[in-house]
Structure formats: structure tokens, C-alpha cells
């Protein structure tokens, strides 16, 4: 190369200068969108939105001509209907328009059944599944997204914590189904067939809180005094009610003391089975159309079978329409409240309630922190509990109204069916079906919100967590 010639320049490899601010109304590059992408995708909106994606994915299923049983739906099945069996399933709530074991083809209720598997377990927790079994491992994002689901401790626990919420599953869940199987097999007369699908389909339920039954108005009526179907059924209710993290750490075999939520958690169920127990025979003992018809010790038995129903099961032996009101309230109470937090119950949680009743008690004795089990309560504990608890009310009190405007029905009937399906029960005193298409859409609404808890959905909603820098003066306004 002679010397007057120039010499080649190599690319700059300077990165743009971003100082300069952009032209208005110019085009955004890739970079900005992907993480404008990340942002909104968090966790807390992952899981909303994958449940509206299940319920769309459900709806559509049902709506298919091989998911309705043959003559039941000449015309196709309706598309309210559709949606509001989906939500109930994937919401793990059991209310229905329809009856399951006639309406539906066996198709249609393995759908149903396979809906209440993936809302029981959540979507967040299946991904992470699903995630670790293709890949062996889990990303950050995916454990924290388990973590939000299944209340782990650290993120490092993600990975044992699943794999033990997907081999409880499976242990009680097929244990339970064995059961049910060999005495609808052996003591009701049931083909082998027959007695392995209602099995099968009663233990999912029973065990992920759904409340579905295929049997006629979804009920139990034949089966209220038999140990060994109802027996089984409320053993499944309960574990499932009682919250994975409760479940792993009692099965753990360590010599190191239950962890305070264990502890509030498995106290407060006691306390509320024994005492709804208690409350339904002093309350239904002489109504001929619930505990008065049935003799000696069966009243007992129908009676504890009520109260583990009632928190978030959805299950029942006797005909709601029929109980007392004050059986209604109490059933009302013990919906609300629920089981323990991440699991299959619905409800504001049992440490929601303890929470708040340590709160209360603190305050009664002048204490300026509430205690447990010789540990302090941290204040934004107790306003998350406040948080849930008002917006569980404001959820329920707008929904009540708007179904008392739509329908003219009883006030005791509308706030019963509207706080089932918020706390994602199940239980009915008979006027869902007769909803008018308005009040179909108020209780799918309820479910949805009920299933996520309205702390997940406002944290969904918000655009951002913002910290403030500065604390303004203290104000006290008067109380009581």
C-alpha cells in the first residue's frame, strides 16, 4: 500500500450518546420495550393473569360440543354457563349453574376436574413445576413467582418446596380415592368403573377445597351418615384447607419447634371445627330438616361434617335452603374466615383472623405491640391483615348489593351465596341457578377476586411500588 494512500478506518465502536434527550414522537428501540415488558410482568401480575388464562382456556373447552352430555344442551351449552363453570373450577369454588354428574359428558368433567387441579395447585406453582421438570433447575423469576404462591421462606426453598407440594398431592389424593373407590365399589353397589371415576374425581375435589360432586345438586344427601366416604372426604378437606406450608413443615422430621404460622394456624383450625361442631347441634338439633331427622350418634357425625365444610369445602349433606338463619350466619363466619393461607382454601385466612385477634387483645390491654407464642407481630403484618379483611368487606358488600338489586331475593340468601363465593365455598341455598344472567356475572366476579385475595389483585393492578422519603406529621382522629 504506497504512503498517499489513505488508511482504512475501522468501525467506531463508541456507544451512542445518551445524553441527549430524544426527539419527541420517535420510535423506542427494542431494549426499552423488553424491559418496559419485564416490569409489567411481575410476579403479582403473572398470577392474575394466569388465571384469566385458564378460565379463557376452560370456557372454550366447555363450550365444545364433546364436553356436555348427550340431549342436555340441544342448542350448545350457554356461554354464561361456560364461563361460570370454569371460573368455579379454576377458582376451586364449586358453585354451579348446572348439575355436574348429568349437564356434562365424562369429558367435560375430566376438563372440569383438570381445571380444579390447576387452580388448586396455582398457576405459579405449576409453572415452576413444569419448569424444573424440563429443565432440572428454576429461574429466578420462577421462584419467585412460586414463592408469592406457596409462601416460601427463602427463595433458596423453592425447589424442595414444590417437589413436596406435588408429592403431598399425589399421596393424599390417590390414598383418598382408594377409599372412596372400594366402598362405592363394595358397599353401594357401584361398577368398578363407575366407583374408580367417583372416586377419583371426589378426592380432587375434596382435597383441592372444589366442592364439585357428581352426584344430584351436587351434594352428598345419600352418603351424610357413611364414615367411609364422608370420613375420607373431610380428612382431604382438611389438609388441603390447612395451607402447604403448614402441611410440609408438620411432616418434616426435625426435632426444632413449629414455626408461629404452623402454630396459629393449627390452633385456630381446631378452634373453629370444634366450635362450629358445637354451634350446628345446638342450632339444627330439633329442625326435622337438617340434624332432627337423623338419630343418635349420626347427628354428631353430620354435625362435625358441617363445620369442616363450611370453612371452604363447599360439600354438603344437608339441604342449605332448610337451615335455620342463624345456621346461615355461622356458616356465613366460618366462610369468611376460611383455612390457611397458601393452599386450597379460600376466606381471608386463619392468621388473618389470628392476626387481627392478637391485634385486638393488644390494644385491650394496653400493649403497644401484640405478641405470639413469645414473638412480636410486626406492624405491617397487622395493616396487611386490616388490608385484607376491608377489602374482603368492600367485595362483598358491593356484590350483595348489586345482587339484592338484580334478583329480589332474601337478604339471608343473597349475602350467603355472595360471601360463598368470595371465600370460594361452594355452598348454596338453592338460588344460583335462578340468578338472572347480571347476578351469574357479580358471582364470577366474587370467585375470581376470592381465589387471588384482594391484596394480589390491588398488587396486580398497581403500576409500581413507589418508597416515600419523608414521613408527614402524626395526626390522631377519633376512634370508636
Same mark, same amino acid.
Given at each position: 500500500?504506497d504512503e498517499?494512500?489513505?488508511? #482504512?478506518?475501522? #468501525?467506531?465502536?463508541?456507544?451512542?450518546?445518551?445524553?441527549?434527550?430524544?426527539?419527541?414522537?420517535a420510535?423506542?428501540?427494542?431494549?426499552?420495550?423488553?424491559?418496559?415488558?419485564?416490569?409489567?410482568?411481575?410476579? +403479582?401480575?403473572?398470577?392474575?393473569?394466569?388465571f384469566?388464562?385458564?378460565?379463557?382456556?376452560?370456557?372454550?373447552?366447555?363450550? &365444545?360440543?364433546?364436553?356436555?352430555?348427550?340431549?342436555?344442551?340441544?342448542?350448545?351449552?350457554?356461554?354464561?354457563?361456560?364461563?361460570?363453570?370454569?371460573?368455579?373450577?379454576?377458582?376451586?369454588?364449586?358453585?354451579t349453574?348446572v348439575?355436574?354428574?348429568?349437564?356434562?359428558?365424562?369429558?367435560?368433567?375430566?376438563?372440569?376436574? +383438570?381445571?380444579?387441579?390447576?387452580?388448586?395447585?396455582?398457576?405459579?406453582?405449576?409453572?415452576?413445576?413444569?419448569?424444573?421438570?424440563?429443565?432440572?433447575?428454576?429461574?429466578?423469576?420462577?421462584?419467585?413467582?412460586?414463592?408469592?404462591?406457596?409462601r416460601?421462606?427463602?427463595?433458596?426453598?423453592?425447589?424442595?418446596?414444590?417437589?413436596?407440594?406435588?408429592?403431598?398431592?399425589?399421596?393424599v389424593?390417590?390414598?383418598?380415592?382408594?377409599?372412596?373407590?372400594?366402598?362405592?365399589?363394595?358397599?353401594?353397589?357401584?361398577?368398578?368403573?363407575?366407583?374408580?371415576?367417583?372416586?377419583?374425581?371426589?378426592?380432587?375435589?375434596?382435597?383441592?377445597?372444589?366442592?364439585?360432586?357428581?352426584?344430584r345438586?351436587?351434594?352428598?344427601?345419600?352418603?351424610?351418615?357413611?364414615?367411609?366416604?364422608?370420613?375420607?372426604?373431610?380428612?382431604?378437606?382438611?389438609?388441603g384447607?390447612?395451607?402447604?406450608?403448614?402441611?410440609?413443615?408438620?411432616?418434616?422430621?426435625?426435632?426444632?419447634?413449629?414455626?408461629?404460622?404452623?402454630?396459629?394456624?393449627?390452633?385456630?383450625?381446631?378452634?373453629?371445627?370444634?366450635?362450629?361442631?358445637?354451634?350446628?347441634?345446638?342450632l339444627?338439633?330439633?329442625?326435622?330438616?337438617?340434624?332432627?331427622?337423623?338419630?343418635?350418634?349420626?347427628?354428631?357425625?353430620?354435625?362435625?361434617?358441617?363445620?369442616?365444610t363450611?370453612?371452604?369445602? &363447599?360439600?354438603?349433606?344437608?339441604?342449605?335452603?332448610?337451615?335455620?338463619?342463624?345456621?346461615?350466619?355461622?356458616?356465613?363466619?366460618?366462610?369468611?374466615?376460611?383455612?390457611?393461607s397458601?393452599?386450597?382454601?379460600?376466606?381471608?385466612?386463619?392468621?388473618?383472623?389470628?392476626?387481627l385477634?392478637? +391485634?385486638?387483645?393488644?390494644?385491650?390491654?394496653?400493649?403497644?405491640?401484640?405478641?405470639?407464642?413469645?414473638r412480636?407481630?410486626?406492624?405491617?403484618?397487622?395493616?396487611?391483615?386490616?388490608?385484607?379483611?376491608?377489602?374482603?368487606?368492600?367485595?362483598?358488600?358491593?356484590?350483595?348489593?348489586l345482587?339484592?338489586?338484580?334478583?329480589?331475593?332474601?337478604?339471608?340468601?343473597?349475602?350467603?351465596?355472595?360471601?360463598?363465593?368470595?371465600?370460594?365455598?361452594?355452598?348454596?341455598?338453592?338460588?344460583?341457578?335462578?340468578?338472572? #344472567?347480571?347476578?351469574?356475572?357479580?358471582?364470577?366476579?366474587?370467585?375470581?377476586?376470592?381465589?387471588?385475595?384482594p391484596?394480589?389483585v390491588?398488587?396486580?393492578?398497581?403500576?409500581r411500588?413507589?418508597?416515600?422519603?419523608?414521613?408527614?406529621?402524626?395526626?390522631? #382522629?377519633?376512634?370508636?
Open positions: 500500500m498517499d494512500t489513505p488508511t #482504512p478506518r475501522r #468501525p467506531s465502536r463508541r456507544r451512542p450518546d445518551r445524553s441527549r434527550p430524544r426527539p419527541a414522537g420510535p423506542r428501540g427494542p431494549l426499552w420495550r423488553r424491559r418496559r415488558l419485564r416490569a409489567l410482568l411481575t410476579p +403479582a401480575r403473572v398470577i392474575p393473569l394466569g384469566l388464562a385458564a378460565i379463557a382456556v376452560g370456557t372454550v373447552a366447555l363450550l &365444545g360440543p364433546w364436553a356436555v352430555a348427550a340431549g342436555q344442551a340441544p342448542d350448545g351449552v350457554p356461554f354464561v354457563t361456560a364461563v361460570f363453570v370454569a371460573t368455579s373450577a379454576v377458582c376451586v369454588t364449586g358453585l349453574l348439575e355436574t354428574g348429568t349437564y356434562w359428558s365424562t369429558t367435560g368433567q375430566t376438563l372440569i376436574l +383438570a381445571m380444579i387441579h390447576v387452580g388448586g395447585l396455582g398457576i405459579a406453582t405449576i409453572s415452576a413445576l413444569l419448569a424444573l421438570a424440563v429443565t432440572r433447575r428454576l429461574g429466578l423469576q420462577s421462584r419467585i413467582a412460586a414463592g408469592m404462591a406457596t416460601v421462606g427463602t427463595i433458596a426453598d423453592a425447589r424442595s418446596v414444590l417437589v413436596g407440594i406435588l408429592r403431598t398431592t399425589l399421596v389424593e390417590a390414598a383418598v380415592a382408594l377409599v372412596l373407590t372400594l366402598r362405592f365399589a363394595l358397599h353401594h353397589g357401584e361398577p368398578p368403573g363407575r366407583a374408580l371415576w367417583l372416586g377419583v374425581f371426589h378426592a380432587v375435589s375434596a382435597f383441592n377445597n372444589a366442592g364439585f360432586s357428581l352426584f345438586e351436587n351434594a352428598l344427601y345419600d352418603y351424610a351418615t357413611d364414615e367411609w366416604v364422608t370420613g375420607p372426604i373431610m380428612v382431604a378437606i382438611v389438609l384447607g390447612l395451607g402447604f406450608p403448614v402441611v410440609l413443615e408438620v411432616l418434616r422430621r426435625t426435632r426444632l419447634p413449629w414455626s408461629v404460622n404452623t402454630r396459629l394456624v393449627l390452633i385456630g383450625t381446631a378452634v373453629l371445627l370444634v366450635g362450629g361442631t358445637l354451634a350446628f347441634l345446638v339444627e338439633w330439633d329442625n326435622p330438616s337438617t340434624l332432627g331427622g337423623v338419630q343418635g350418634s349420626d347427628k354428631l357425625w353430620t354435625a362435625v361434617f358441617l363445620s369442616v363450611a370453612r371452604t369445602a &363447599g360439600f354438603n349433606t344437608v339441604d342449605y335452603g332448610q337451615v335455620s338463619d342463624a345456621s346461615l350466619f355461622l356458616t356465613n363466619a366460618l366462610m369468611f374466615v376460611g383455612g390457611g397458601a393452599g386450597t382454601a379460600g376466606g381471608i385466612k386463619v392468621g388473618t383472623m389470628a392476626v385477634v392478637a +391485634a385486638v387483645l393488644a390494644e385491650a390491654r394496653g400493649d403497644t405491640d401484640a405478641d405470639v407464642f413469645g412480636r407481630i410486626g406492624p405491617e403484618t397487622i395493616r396487611q391483615a386490616l388490608a385484607v379483611i376491608g377489602l374482603y368487606l368492600a367485595v362483598v358488600g358491593t356484590a350483595t348489593t345482587l339484592l338489586h338484580l334478583s329480589g331475593e332474601r337478604m339471608a340468601d343473597v349475602l350467603f351465596e355472595v360471601i360463598s363465593a368470595t371465600a370460594t365455598v361452594g355452598l348454596s341455598t338453592g338460588i344460583t341457578p335462578d340468578l338472572p #344472567p347480571g347476578g351469574d356475572w357479580v358471582l364470577i366476579v366474587c370467585m375470581f377476586l376470592g381465589r387471588l385475595g391484596v394480589t390491588a398488587g396486580a393492578l398497581a403500576l411500588e413507589r418508597a416515600r422519603l419523608f414521613r408527614l406529621p402524626e395526626t390522631r #382522629p377519633l376512634i370508636g
